[in-house]
């Protein structure tokens, strides 16, 4: 069974710093696409970040030059780096996977975690 887990979350004050892990189960995802995504009380889920399987990253523009998205195919585990954080950053944060051979058919999802960024 594939498994998509988030850990890291927390309550961190504005200008803080967390660091969000996913770890995957069940199978490797060394070779997909991983990426980040945020969902704030009633917004729609927000693309954050993604890591292909070579290292190749993109980031949205709400999030560029303050959050780092890498991964470690070692431990099956991707992370989000995240600075500067401000209350706008609150949401539920849920990591993904791709579908094989894409950069945006995100097929697998984990439960996610919450971030609450107070002012």
């Known amino acids: 069974q594939v498994q998509l887990v988030e850990s890291g979350g927390g309550l961190v004050q504005t200008g803080g710093s967390l660091r969000l892990s996913c770890q995957a189960s069940?199978?490797?995802?060394?070779?997909?696409?991983m990426g980040w995504f945020r969902q704030a009380p009633g917004k729609e889920r927000e693309f954050l970040a993604r890591i292909r399987w070579s290292g190749i990253t993109n980031y949205a523009d709400s999030v560029k030059g303050r959050f780092t998205i890498s991964r470690d195919n070692a431990k099956n585990t991707v992370y989000l780096q995240m600075n500067s954080l401000k209350p706008a950053d609150t949401a539920v944060y849920s990591c993904?996977?791709?579908?094989?051979?894409?950069?945006?058919?995100?097929?697998?999802w984990g439960q996610g975690t919450q971030v609450t960024v107070s002012s």
């Open positions: 069940g199978r490797t995802f060394s070779s997909n696409t």
């Open positions: 993904a996977a791709a579908a094989a051979g894409t950069f945006v058919q995100w097929a697998y």
